[in-house]
């Protein structure tokens, strides 16, 4: 018998039934191409996430970042001009101390966010940093 099997010419003596010259495991070479592809699609899926999470940390940082400048060049000049005509007044008994302790609130409550800033800058750095960048 003369036949043509995957493109190649073959063949062989025939006995009235036709068997194939070798099981070429078909079967299997489709579940392990199926399986490569899946695992594939596992990959690109897991990076495309990472790509995203590592695209919102670096915004998180840039706000960070924009927090801790606005602190640092409005808020603590503010609150340190404030403390300081508050303190003038406070000396010169024009003013009670009531009035006195809620400029010193102020001041602390300048010094607080000043420092959750620059903690909230630290962490998104830390963030940023375990993506290796």
């Known amino acids: 018998m003369l036949g043509n099997e995957d493109g190649e010419t073959r063949a062989g003596l025939t006995f009235g039934m036709t068997l194939p010259l070798w099981n070429r ?6 579940v392990a191409e199926g ?6 699609m596992e990959a690109v899926n897991e990076w495309k996430r990472l790509v995203s999470e590592l695209e ?6 840039r ?20 403390i300081t ?29 000043m420092n959750d800033a620059y903690l909230a800058l630290r962490e998104a750095q830390i963030n940023v940093g375990k993506f290796g960048e």
Request: proline share 1%.
């Open 25 to 30: 495991n078909r079967k299997a070479i489709a």
């Open 35 to 40: 399986e490569r592809q899946h695992a594939r």
């Open 56 to 61: 919102i940390a670096k915004e998180v940082l």
């Open 63 to 82: 706000l960070a970042q924009e927090n801790v400048i606005r602190c640092r060049k409005t808020e603590m000049p503010a609150a340190l001009k404030l």
């Open 85 to 113: 005509n508050k303190e003038e007044l406070y000396e010169t008994g024009e003013m009670d101390v009531v009035a006195y302790a809620a400029a010193v609130q102020t001041i602390i409550t300048a010094f607080s966010n």
